[in-house]
């Protein structure tokens, strides 16, 4: 293989690449104290952590050094990584598409992106529009999720809107999974 030259892997086998936990970490921001980020969201604090070290839900108010946030943004990151091999562990995939999908899935969370048309579309081989659903998740919900008639959890209607920060992450992961970043 020539230098400089790109090979995908199994996604299977892969680990979040140092551009893809810098990337991580410099879209989360820091927050010294848990407080939601949005109205309507769950506390977060160091580098976008929604759990404390203990695995407990963050209650608003805790604080955290940078240190500890770290270690905590490396185990959300493990998480991501863990549950998305799951849905993606036969996939073949740069190293930057796979940074993008572990960014996305430890903000969104994995389940999401698992049940999202992207495993489908990256078994197809169609890596382009895999890459393009990422831009799907730029919005949030700004009021409590209710019960649809078979029981799932939804959004209710006209709740669903876009943040102009989400979009711009969104926008980045876009580039960096399609190897722009």
């Known amino acids: 293989m020539a230098v400089g030259e790109k090979t995908r892997a199994l996604a299977a086998g892969m680990a979040v690449g140092a551009i893809g936990l810098v990337a991580y970490i410099g879209s989360e921001g820091w927050a010294e104290k848990a407080v939601p980020p949005v109205k309507g ?10 759990r404390g070290a203990d695995g407990k839900p963050l209650q608003g108010g805790e604080t955290i050094k940078p240190v500890p946030a770290v270690r905590l943004a490396l185990r959300d990151l493990q998480v991501a990584e ?30 999401k992106v698992c049940v999202s048309s992207i495993p489908v579309k990256l078994r197809a081989e169609d890596y382009a ?19 649809n008639a078979q029981g799932k959890y939804v959004c209710p209607p006209g709740a669903l809107v876009e943040l102009p920060g989400l979009k711009a992450r969104r926008e980045r992961e876009y580039k960096m999974c399609m190897g722009d970043i």
């Open 129 to 147: 529009a895999a890459c393009r659903t990422i831009l799907d998740f730029s919005k949030f919900c700004n009021k409590p999720k209710i019960r």
């Open 41 to 50: 969201d769950v506390p977060t604090y160091g580098f976008g952590s929604t």
């Open 82 to 111: 863990t549950g998305l091999k799951k849905c993606l562990g036969g996939v073949m995939l740069y190293q930057h598409e796979y940074d993008a999908y572990v960014s996305l899935s430890s903000n969104v969370g994995y389940t």
